[in-house]
């Protein structure tokens, strides 16, 4: 018997097991590590689709009549969500917001600003300040699409309407916080009042509500 050809035999067996056992040990303890950057690097390209959403409201709000853009989706999924209203001299319209949520993440468009886990980070389309002029992308639609692929997101302007001399405008939303610090840190004098935010003007200001229809495709 060739005793060296048995032992040269075990020691590869017993080397080919040890690599074996170290490579699960490895992708055991990276797999985590791996997933969570897989899962940060999708969320952050949602995350550059709806920056991208909110270039397409501007684009609208400056008389572009139609924009469309190309959205991935990664296992989560894009729908309508009515969040409130705001009303203008006694003419109140639908407050939605588009979002794309996963487990994890939640990224909307409302009035022109993206929020991430409902907190501002792209600010709204707001022209101006308190005295003078107050534009509002208002974007409606309804329907979701969710799974792993390419999404179609169509903007559409279907109304535009000028208020003169408002002195006050009434939101309600259910993120009233956000809203409600965002207008007194942009200067304006804001309150709750019966559960809706009242935005007033003191020397009166020219407010623009602008009405985008969005399909999902």
């Known amino acids: 018997m060739n005793r060296l050809g048995v032992s040269v035999q075990v020691g590869m067996i017993m080397v080919l097991a040890t690599l074996t056992i170290a490579v699960a040990v490895v992708y055991t303890s990276l797999k985590p590590s791996v997933n969570k950057a897989v899962e940060i ?3 952050n390209t949602v995350l550059h689709y709806f920056k991208l959403l909110r270039f397409s409201s501007l684009k609208i709000v400056r008389g572009c009549p139609l924009s469309e853009v190309v959205v991935k989706s990664f296992g989560g999924y894009y729908s309508f969500e ?10 109140t319209y639908s407050i939605y917001s588009l979002t794309y949520r996963s487990e994890s993440f939640e990224v909307s468009l409302e009035n022109g600003a993206v929020l991430l886990n409902s907190q501002i980070i792209e600010e ?4 101006c300040n308190s005295s003078c002029l107050l534009v509002l992308p208002l974007i409606e639609g309804e329907g979701s699409v969710g799974g792993r692929g390419n999404v179609i997101v169509t903007l559409e302007e279907v109304g535009r309407e000028y208020y003169r001399n408002a002195t006050a405008i009434t939101i309600n939303s259910s993120r009233d916080n956000v809203w409600l610090d965002y207008f007194k840190f942009k200067g304006f004098d804001a309150e ?4 809706n935010i009242t935005v007033k003007f003191p020397n009166a200001a020219d407010v ?6 969005c399909t999902l495709r």
Do not use: M
């Open 208 to 213: 623009i509500i602008v009405r985008i229809g």
């Open 192 to 195: 709750i009042v019966n559960d």
């Open 82 to 91: 009515r969040t409130g209203f705001v009303s203008v001299n006694g003419t």
């Open 124 to 127: 709204p389309v707001i022209l």
């Open 41 to 43: 690097s999708q969320e």
